[in-house]
């Protein structure tokens, strides 16, 4: 079973807020995340767990 948790971010460039759905994932990818509006980094990560970004 999948397991989902949901919180927000907010860009520290631009203020653009993000919700963002965590999920549970089976193949380990490195992947990031970077601000639709201004490219700023958000987030980075790397194991067991994705992130999906819907922007607010
Ligand atoms: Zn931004």
Redo the contacts with the bound molecule.
Sequence with gaps: MKRKSEFKEQ??????GYRVVEEIQISREKRKFE??????L?KKWNGSVDYIFYKI
């Design positions: 860009c520290s460039n631009c203020e653009q601000c639709e509006e201004c490219g700023h958000i």
